[in-house]
């Protein structure tokens, strides 16, 4: 299963624009970067995902490297209700299905 | 629109009793249904997951089982619960091998004494 490396941690201010890097060298060209967060005593939200095309929605916006070997999650106007696990996710399809593989995810703390 | 409903919300069991979590999907017809463990500190692991009525796909060897009754439920048992089978149990949901995502449910906090 390809892999995601993220750093542990990371601070930012409220306010601020929250960038979340992600690497997935051995990703395949058919498959999908997933970005969830996890509140915690929740179950992981979903916030966006992408091929290769930078994405963006209500939430956040995504941009992937050309040669998708990583992509950063950006959070243009951070809150306080931001601060989670941010899990970067290859997604993989086995037998119909789809597999996530959950790494360690980065804790982001957002400051007051 | 969908929604995922799991219970119950938290559990305290003896070791070697037996466990039964719910997991139940409104809003959608068909769907891959998922259960995940997440470990105290650590991320998700996939357990089990069905793309049908009574078909069940296990992730990993464990001392628990899944099961499929319905369209929209999926069950997650054990006979004799272990120590180790303490965790947070989480439940999805997907539509097929599109690009949609998955869909997760508010979890069930299991604790073994």
């Known amino acids: 299963d390809a892999k995601t490396t993220q750093p542990p941690s990371m601070d930012c201010a409220e306010g601020r624009a929250a960038n979340l890097p992600c690497n997935h060298s051995t990703i395949s060209g058919n498959e999908y970067v997933y970005w969830y967060r996890q509140i915690h005593s929740q179950g992981p939200q979903y916030i966006i995902h992408g091929l290769k095309n930078n994405e963006t929605n209500e939430m956040a916006s995504l941009i992937i490297t050309e040669d998708r070997k990583s992509s950063t999650l950006i959070l243009p106007h951070a809150t306080l209700r931001d601060t989670a696990v941010y899990y970067c996710?290859?997604?993989?399809?086995?037998?119909?299905?789809?597999?996530?593989?959950f790494g360690q995810g980065t804790r982001l703390t957002i400051n007051p | 629109s969908q929604t995922i409903h799991q219970w119950p919300a938290t559990l305290v069991q003896p070791v070697g009793s037996p466990l039964s979590l719910e997991c139940t999907v409104e809003g959608t017809s068909n769907p891959n249904l998922y259960w995940y463990r997440q470990a105290a500190g650590r991320g998700l692991q996939l357990l089990f997951y069905?793309?049908?009525?009574?078909?069940i796909s296990s992730e990993v060897p464990q001392n628990l089982s899944a099961s499929r009754p319905q369209d929209r439920q999926f069950i997650l048992s054990s006979k004799k619960l272990l120590l180790s089978d303490s965790g947070f149990y989480l439940c999805?949901?997907?539509?097929?091998?599109?690009?949609?995502?998955?869909?997760f449910g508010d979890g069930t906090r299991l604790s073994i004494l």
């Open positions: 069905s793309v049908g009525i009574g078909q």
């Open positions: 999805a949901w997907g539509t097929g091998t599109g690009n949609q995502p998955q869909h």
């Open positions: 996710i290859v997604r993989v399809i086995i037998q119909g299905a789809q597999k996530l593989v």
